[in-house]
C-alpha cells in the first residue's frame, strides 16, 4: 500500500523490488518473482476492484516472465553442477560436437538436432541432487553411492517434466543411462525401446570421457575407444560407426 504515489513511482519500486531478488539466492537457485500494481486515482472507485487489478497486472508479469525466469534458475543449476562435478563447459561442448556428427550421419531432421543438443545440456542435470564428495569422488564408489548415482536420470526427468519448454526431452534424459542389452538403469529398457536421441547421448558422452579423460582416468586413444565401443554394452548398432 503506497498512500499518495503515482503510477510512476509505483512502478519504479517494482523495478526495484525485482532488481533486489535478482541478487538473491536459496541455495543455488535465484528468486523469480513478479510484480503489479494498480492506482486508486479516485474515491470512487472501489478498493478491492484496485486490488484486482493490481492481481491482474501481476500474472501478467508472471506470464511474461516466466520463460526467462525458468531458463535463469536452470542454467544457475547447471552451473552449480558444474562447479561440484566433471560436468564442465568444455565436456557438454564435446558431447555436442560428437552427437552433432552422428545426427547428421543418420539424416535427423532439424527439430530433432534442436532436441539433441538441448538434451546434451540437459541429460545429468538430476546429478545437481548428488553431494560434491560423490560427484568428485576419484575411488570406487560404496553400493549405497551407486544407489544414489543410479537415481539422477529419474530426478533430471522429473526436473524437466516440470518445466514446459523442456518437457520435450524428459523421456530421453530418464533413458540416457539404459543399454542396448538391457542391463541398463532405471527401467532396464533394451534395444530399440531406448529412444534413440538417448542412445546417441549415451555415446557422445562416453566418447568425451575416453577421449578426454578424467581426473581419475587417462583418456584412450582412437584404437583403445573403437575397442571399447566394439564390445560396449550402450553400442547402438550403425550409430557408433558415425565415431570416426
Not at 541432487?129 to 539422477?152: C, F, V
Not at 536421441?197 to 584412450?220: F, Q, T
Request: proline residues 4%; aromatic residues 6%; contains cysteine.
Amino acid at each position: 500500500m503506497l498512500p499518495h504515489t503515482p503510477a510512476e513511482k509505483a512502478e519504479a519500486v517494482c523495478r526495484r523490488i525485482k532488481s533486489n531478488c535478482q541478487e538473491k539466492y536459496v541455495k543455488d537457485v535465484p528468486v523469480s518473482i513478479a510484480v503489479g500494481y494498480a492506482c486508486k486515482e479516485s474515491v470512487d472507485k472501489d478498493l478491492l476492484e484496485c486490488l484486482r487489478e493490481a492481481e491482474n497486472y501481476m500474472y501478467k508479469n508472471k506470464l511474461t516472465e516466466s520463460r526467462s525466469s525458468k531458463s535463469e534458475i536452470l542454467n544457475a543449476l547447471l552451473l552449480a553442477l558444474g562447479e561440484k562435478s566433471q560436468e564442465t563447459e568444455s565436456h557438454i561442448q564435446g558431447m555436442q560436437k560428437v552427437s552433432r556428427q552422428i545426427a547428421e550421419k543418420l539424416n535427423l531432421p532439424e527439430t530433432e538436432q534442436d532436441r539433441l543438443e538441448l538434451l546434451v545440456r540437459l541429460h545429468d542435470i538430476g546429478k545437481i541432487n548428488l553431494s560434491r564428495d560423490i560427484l568428485s569422488k576419484k575411488g570406487p564408489l560404496t553400493q549405497e553411492e551407486w544407489a544414489l548415482i543410479k537415481e539422477h536420470p529419474e530426478i533430471g526427468y522429473r526436473i524437466a517434466r516440470a518445466t514446459e519448454e523442456f518437457s520435450h526431452v524428459a523421456e530421453d534424459i530418464l533413458a540416457h543411462h539404459e543399454y542396448w542389452d538391457g542391463s541398463g538403469y532405471p527401467l532396464g529398457l533394451k534395444g530399440n525401446n531406448i529412444p534413440l536421441l538417448a542412445r546417441i547421448v549415451a555415446i557422445a558422452d562416453a566418447y568425451d570421457v575416453m577421449s578426454n579423460g578424467r581426473s581419475y582416468k587417462k583418456p584412450k586413444d582412437m584404437e583403445e575407444i573403437k575397442k571399447e565401443f566394439g564390445s560396449s554394452l550402450f553400442s547402438v548398432g550403425r550409430i557408433s560407426k558415425c565415431l570416426k
